[in-house]
Structures are given as C-alpha cells and as structure tokens.
C-alpha cells in the first residue's frame, strides 16, 4: 500500500506530509525543492566554515576555504562515495542551487564594484597605468600562447561551444591577466601595506586591471552567445549605451534623490536600499537579455554608486553579511562541485598545469616588476608589487565559472585552471611576507626620510623640532612635549581633562605691538596696558589615533582604503579636532583599522612615528576592547578589571613602549567632575535610583550644572626607580595648571630596618638607585616657580619594609577624596615601584580582579602593579594613572 507521500508525488500534487507520513526529506520534488536546498546550503555552510578557521591561521582568505570545501564535497573527494552525490546533490536539484548561488554572485558583484574607488586610481595615475598595463600585458600574451595547446589538446572534447581559437585565445588570457582586487585589498590591509608606497601602487594598478579585465570578459562573453560578429557588435553597442544612460541619466537623478532624503550622509534608509536593488537587478536583467553576463549590469550600478559622506560603506554594511555568509559560499562550493581533480589523470595534463601556473606567476611578476621599477621602487618593492599583482583570488574563479556555464572551457580545463587559481592566490601572502618584511619596510621609511644610510647607520643632524635636551638637566627636567592618545568613545571626557591639564599656560609676555613703545629711565622698554598681548608658549602637540578592528566584512576593508577621507568623518576624531580648537593644542587625529591583535603595534608604531614623549591609554569603562556603540549600560561594569582581552591588551601595549616611549594608563574614576558607576554599584541598579527621582509625569532628568569647584588634587607616593622618576614628571608638568594641587610623598625606609632586612645585594642596587632618585628630587623641589610652590608639596615617609602597599593605601585615603563636588582628583602611580620590589613585596596580592581576574597566568594587578590593584580594590576615591618608563624614559 502507497503512503500518502507517495501518492501525492504520482498524482503531481504538491505533497504537504512530512517525515510523519513516511517522507524523505532528502528527496528532491520540484514542487517542493526547499528542504533538500536547505540541507544543501547547511552541509556548505558549515563545511567551509570549519575549512575557515585553520586556513586564517595561515592567513589564508575565506573564499580558499569556500572553493576546498566544494572540491571535497564535489567528485573528487565525498561524490566518490556510493549514494552521496544522489542523496545530497542529485543533479536534477543543482538547477535551484546555481539559482540561488548566482542570484547571490549578482549582488556580490555589486559589492566589488562598491570598493573600487576611482579615486584612488586617479590620484595615483601614472602608476596604476605603468604598472596596471604591464601587469595584463605580459600574462595577456603568455595566456595566448598557452591556449595555442589547450585549444587543440582539451577544447573539442564535446562539452564545448564550437569557437574560434582568437576568441577562445582571448578568454584564455583575460584569465590569466585579471587581478582580484577585493582578495588583494584584504591581504594589504591585514599585512599593514594600504598606506605604504607598495600598497598604493597595487591599489591604483588593481582598480585599472579590474575594469580592463570586466570589458575584455564581456567582449568575450558576447561573441561567443552571439552567432554572428555583427550580433556581437550590436551587444556591445547597447552595452555602451547602457553604460552612458547610467552615467549622464541614471546617476544624477540617484544623487538628487540621495541628497533630497539625507542618505548621502546619514546613511541609506530603507527605501534607498529597496532602490538601489531594484537597480542592480535591472541592470543585470537587461546585460543578460542582449547577450552580456548579468553581473556586468550589477559590476556597472556599484560603479556609479557615490563614495562621498560614506555612503558606500554604509550601503555595504546593510547587505554585505547575507551574502558573504550564505550565497558566496554557495557559488564557490558550486566551482568545486564542477571540479574533477580525478580528470587529471595523466602527464601530459599535468604539464599544462605546471605550465598554466608558470604563465600566471612569470606574466604578472615580470610585468608588475619592470613597471614598479621604472616608476623609481626599489627592486625588493617592485618584486612584491609584481607577487601581489599575481593574486587571482574570487574574480578569477567567477571568469573560470562564467567561460564553464558558456561552455568555453571543458571540465578538465576548468579544473586546470581552478587548481593554477588557488596556488596563485594561497602564494600572495608567504611571498610578500619573504620579500617584504616589517623589518625591511621600517628600513626604507627611515632612509627616505633621511635617518640611517642604506646600510642602517644613522646619519647624524642638528633635529630643530627635537625637544629633548642631552645634558642632565635637560633630561631632569623634560616635560612631554608631543603625546599621543588612544581615542575612545567612552573616554573622551576623562580624556579631555587630561589633556588640558597637561597643557602649557599662557605666560603674559610684554610684546610689542605695531612698533609702539615707550622707554623708562632705566632704559627698558615699557608697554602700555592697551599694547600687551599674550604670549603663548609653544602648544602641547598631541596625536589621537582611534582603532577600528579590521573584521572579515567587506565595509571594513573599504574603510581602510578610503584611509584619510574615513578619518576626516569619523565622530570621534572630528571631537578630538573641535577640542582642540578651544584650548593651545596642537592636534592631529586618524582612524586605523587593523585587527585586534594588532592594536598594541599599531600604537606603538604611531608613538614611534611622531616621537611621541608619553603614550596614554585610557581603561575602558566596560572591559572590552570594542567601543560601546549603541547601549553603553547593557554591558556590566562588574567586569571591567576581569575582562581577559582588554588585559592582554594594555600588557602587550606596555609591554611594547618600553622601546619606543614612556606610558601611561588612565583609569577614570569620575575625572572631570563626571560621576562614573563602580563594581559595587552596578549601572542598571544607578539607573533604577536615578529614574525614582524623576518627575513620573514628565520622566525628564534635571539638567546639571556646571562643576563649580575645578580644582584637582594629585598624589604621588614616589618610591623610586625609573616609572617613579618618569611619574614626577608628569605630576610636575600637571601642577603647573592653577587648578592642580599636589602631594608628593617619598615613600623610605629607615636605615635600621634596611639593617635589619640583611640584604646585602637589595641595599647595593637600591643605593644606586636612590642616588638617582635624590638627585631628581632635589631638582625638582628647587624648579618650582613661586606660584606652583604654594600648590605642590613635599613630604617623607619612613615605613617598614614589606608594609609599602599597606601605608600608600593610608596616605592616598588622607589626601584624595577630601574636597566634596571638586572636579576629580588622581593618584599617580609607577607601574613597578624599584625599592617596593627590591623590598621582597608579593605584587600579585589580588586586589580588584581576584581570583576570576587571572587567565592563563595574567591578572590586574600583574598589568597595573600591585598598588594600582589594591586601590581599586579599596575603592579609593580617585582616578589612578599608572606610568611606565619607556624608551628615552628609563636612562632618565
């Protein structure tokens, strides 16, 4: 008897039973084609995101993992096993697949077009022409000549179109020409080259070849779906016109409208989105009807689409993430489901597969070589610019499948060429790493800036914009004259107050104005009250850089190609410019977008950049090194001094400035006079208290009043060594502000506990150290103008070895905290005290983390030092800098 599955697929009635009634999920029905897609879809997905994860560790692109995994769940490996291939992927269902997976190509191709900026390639003309031709050249005509032995040996195999050999020649080496521009920008930005001379070079080249190899594909393209020469003419004559009513038509009354609804800069609403869709479809509809692909009508509506006010970017961040997850993997799975590794079963194919990878890489690296070479790069950059230029990535697996579905290439072919794809590709970034190292690339920068020689001796001048003395005053008393900032969102205001503070004040210099003055009888000058003016010391220089992670969408890689336009409408930076425009500040401010690995790098390599004297990195107020976007009270403050990757960030920041330069870490605990929650009073409990005092008819907060008393106080315990040393002078430069008070404490031990303790080795180093200390001390006492002496005082404290941490908690509760509604006070603090460690003090006494802040051995107090850690802990009642000597700093 039949089941009712069964008799509903006799009678071509669109079956509604389920496994329940006895039906195969797995069974494909035409009326019904669903359930076996989505287990399809499912099998892909999860298969290439599984490749994914060892082949990034290589630093390998997704769209490798994509195309391996289709090979191996295609004939060559899994469809080798009975029953699979007609149980998951019968062929009478790949229809519904294709249809989806090219619905998905369409759009992405959109998106390609999206990331072609013309203006890098007009910015940078000469060597994207130079470099760009010679890169399509030199492959062009090797891939001719190869194609001579592919034509005869591989094409009428009975899988082909009959085509002449010019046309399939002319397929051939578009193939081999074409670079893949979305796979070379991601490689660039994740080795750091976007903004190297390298990196510009390959960009502009890369936007050039791109669209030469679309035209000469769609050339291909519609000779051979039209039958007669004069067809194929008619097909691209309507191709130019289509592109010039998108230019001249289509493209003005698109910005009129962007402009009239505020897309343009806000971002596309939903029914620009809907607009822009409907677009690329039609776009594609008509390209394919007159016998052009249908992804040259979506590659020219990405073309035309406008990069100013962001709107690329935020275009692509709407529809990038569907597509890369669920339809480009199904079309790359689809290039290996038609790959048949088992048809290269004898010598002789494997001699065109040597021989099509040896056209590839010699065509693309001599001609990109020669070109970058005769555009004055070094022969190690030309060499990389020719390796870079051979990535063939995505693109090039969209040509192979484009001459495969018009039966240009033959199965085996197509799988020739699959196999030279995926080496070129998998070779771009070992060999750029070989011949481009970071260490090689910081050689250059340093001989065409004029520092070293090409053998790295250092060349030797007079520095006019140097700031550092070399006599030992000079050292004693250097202030930070060029800081540098890690902008963040959620602590700007800390930020803010920071910089002012550290900032010079005006000094009232008598100056002449308009040559008018008058001389007293001692013979000086004397200006008259109207006549002077004030005279500004020289501003404090800081450099903000706000870091964006570099994550594996397409919108993120755009935001680093657009480089200086992106920073010019970031939000953040564009406050750190206003803020300077009140106060004597010299700013210059820019977004990096790099992974989150990299940001203890980026920073440091920015400090080293601008000579920087002092790096400051603000503590996040969530944990989290990610910025808090939407809704900063849904992340718990609990887990601010726990969080794991925020402290593996700031350690492998620190870590990193002891070569380049001093540093700091702030931790904003209300600075500014602005209130921040604590561990023990979480933000949602704040926010309950905060909204009972409203008006529940109104539900409107009361607007705050400006902080009356803003004045700080600052505490420093100075126990010595060389984060002390470089502490004092951050207090000192801060206490010259008229609204800084300050308590410099030095903390000592009596020289009848150093007998006691019986430390011969501890008493002689702590001797030398001490030295130095009393020296900058001393100092430091008798540089103190009149004014900051009334605000700045010193004292000693003698306390038992092994009671250091117990006695700085005593005397930093005295001293901070004690002014009710002031503007936030600050203890400074060394991030590892010389004689606190040299007095045997266990500095992992878990404080504020405790037992749940320690992971694999890293724990709070192990990156701020063990007082910081206790004060938080105790919950003093300030803000906390913790200094560390760097560079310069620690012969100091």
Not at 70 to 94: C, D, H, N, T, Y
Not at 543 to 571: A, F, N
Not at 708 to 729: C, E, M, T, V
Not at 788 to 815: M, N
């Amino acid at each position: 008897m039949l089941s009712p599955f069964d008799l509903a697929r006799r009678s071509g009635v669109p079956g509604q039973t389920g496994i329940l009634e006895g039906a195969n999920p797995t069974e494909y029905t035409p009326s019904n084609p669903i359930s076996l897609f989505i287990i399809q879809a499912g099998i892909v997905i999860i298969f290439c995101q599984l490749l994914h994860y060892p082949l990034r560790l290589i630093n390998q692109p997704k769209v490798i993992a994509e195309v391996i995994g289709g090979i191996i769940l295609g004939p060559s490996v899994m469809m080798r096993i009975p029953g699979f291939q007609k149980a998951i992927f019968p062929p009478e269902s790949m229809p519904v697949f294709a249809n989806v997976a090219n619905l998905g190509l369409i759009i992405f191709l959109f998106l390609v077009a999206l990331e072609v900026d013309m203006r890098l390639f007009t910015h940078n003309w000469r060597a994207a022409v130079s470099v760009g031709l010679a890169g399509m050249l030199l492959p062009f005509g090797l891939g001719f000549a190869i194609a001579y032995g592919l034509y005869h040996e591989f094409h009428n195999d009975g899988t082909t179109v009959p085509i002449s050999f010019g046309v399939y020649g002319l397929f051939i080496g578009t193939a081999l020409a074409i670079t893949a521009f979305p796979v070379l920008c991601r490689i660039l930005t994740e080795l750091k080259l976007l903004r190297s001379d390298v990196g510009v070079t390959v960009l502009a080249a890369g936007i050039g070849n791109d669209v030469v190899g679309w035209i000469l594909l769609a050339l291909c393209v519609a000779l051979v779906n039209n039958a007669s020469g004069l067809a194929a003419l008619w097909a691209l004559l309507c191709c130019i016109g289509w592109i010039l009513l998108l230019t001249f038509v289509v493209r003005p009354a698109f910005m009129w409208i962007l402009r009239r609804t505020g897309s343009l800069h806000n971002g596309p609403t939903q029914g620009i989105v809907a607009l822009t869709m409907l677009m690329v479809l039609f776009s594609a509809w008509f390209t394919g009807i007159i016998g052009i692909h249908p992804i040259f009508g979506a590659f020219l509506v990405g073309l035309i689409c406008p990069h100013d006010g962001g709107f690329a970017i935020k275009l692509t961040e709407k529809i990038e993430d569907l597509i890369s997850v669920l339809f480009l993997p199904l079309y790359f799975a689809l290039s290996g489901l038609s790959t048949n590794l088992g048809l290269l079963n004898d010598g002789k194919t494997w001699g065109y597969v040597i021989g099509v990878i040896a056209c590839a890489f010699a065509g693309k690296i001599l001609g990109g070589t020669l070109a970058a070479r005769a555009n004055k790069l070094l022969w190690r950059e030309s060499f990389t610019i020719g390796c870079l230029m051979s990535c063939k990535g995505l693109v090039e697996l969209i040509v192979l499948n484009i001459g495969l579905q018009a039966h240009i290439l033959s199965p085996r072919t197509f799988t020739v060429f699959v196999v030279m794809a995926l080496v070129t590709t998998v070779a771009t970034t070992p060999l750029t790493k070989a011949l481009y190292p970071p260490w090689y690339q910081q050689k250059v920068e340093k001989w065409r800036r004029g520092e070293i020689d090409w053998d790295g001796n250092p060349i030797e001048s007079e520095s006019p914009s140097s700031d550092h003395q070399d006599s030992p005053e000079g050292a004693t008393l250097s202030q930070v004259k060029r800081l540098l900032v890690y902008l963040r969102l959620d602590s700007l205001p800390s930020l803010f107050t920071f910089i002012t503070l550290l900032g010079p004040e005006s000094a009232a210099t008598p100056t002449r104005l308009g040559g008018i003055s008058e001389v007293s009888e001692d013979g000086s000058e004397e200006v008259s009250g109207q006549e002077v003016a004030q005279k500004k010391k020289k501003p404090l220089e800081v450099h903000g850089l706000r870091l964006i992670e570099l994550t594996d969408r397409t919108s993120s890689v755009m935001q680093v190609t657009e480089g200086e336009t992106y920073s010019l409408r970031d939000p953040v930076v564009n406050a750190f410019r206003a803020f300077s425009q009140l106060h004597d500040v010299a700013v210059s401010g820019r977004v990096a977008v790099v992974p989150e690995g990299s940001y203890p790098e980026t920073l440091m390599q920015q400090a080293s950049e601008v000579s920087s004297d002092f790096a400051l990195i603000p503590w996040s107020e969530y944990g989290s090194i990610a910025e808090e976007h939407s809704v900063p009270f849904a992340k718990d403050s609990g887990d601010r001094f726990t969080a794991y990757a925020h402290l593996e960030f700031v350690h492998k920041t620190l870590e990193m400035a002891y070569k380049t330069c001093n540093a700091g870490v702030f931790i904003d605990r209300g600075f500014g006079g602005i209130s921040k929650p604590t561990t023990e009073q979480p933000v949602m409990a704040q926010l309950t208290r905060t909204q009972s005092g409203m008006s529940l008819r109104s539900h409107r907060e009361l607007a705050t009043l400006p902080v009356a008393n803003k004045s700080h106080h600052i505490f420093f315990p100075f126990f010595g060594g060389a984060d002390d040393r470089a502490g004092l002078r951050i207090v000192l430069q801060l206490a010259r502000n008229p609204h800084v008070t300050a308590s410099i404490v030095h903390i000592n031990w009596s020289s009848d506990d150093e007998a006691e303790s019986s430390k011969a080795p501890v008493k002689e180093v702590d001797t030398e150290l001490s030295a130095k200390d009393m020296t900058l001390l001393a100092t430091a006492k008798s540089s103190l103008t009149k004014e900051a002496a009334k605000r700045v005082t010193f004292s000693e404290v003698h306390v038992v070895p092994g009671s250091g941490i117990a006695e700085t908690l005593d005397l930093a509760q005295r001293y901070v905290g004690q002014t009710p509604n002031n503007a936030g006070d600050i203890v400074v603090l060394g991030r590892r005290p010389s004689r606190l460690a040299l007095s045997g003090v266990n500095e992992n006494a878990g404080g504020a983390g405790g037992s749940s802040s320690h992971h694999a051995g890293l724990a709070f107090d192990k990156v701020v030092g063990a007082i910081a850690d206790q004060m938080i802990s105790k919950n003093v009642r300030a803000s906390i800098l913790v200094i560390q000597a760097g560079g310069r700093g620690l012969e100091m």
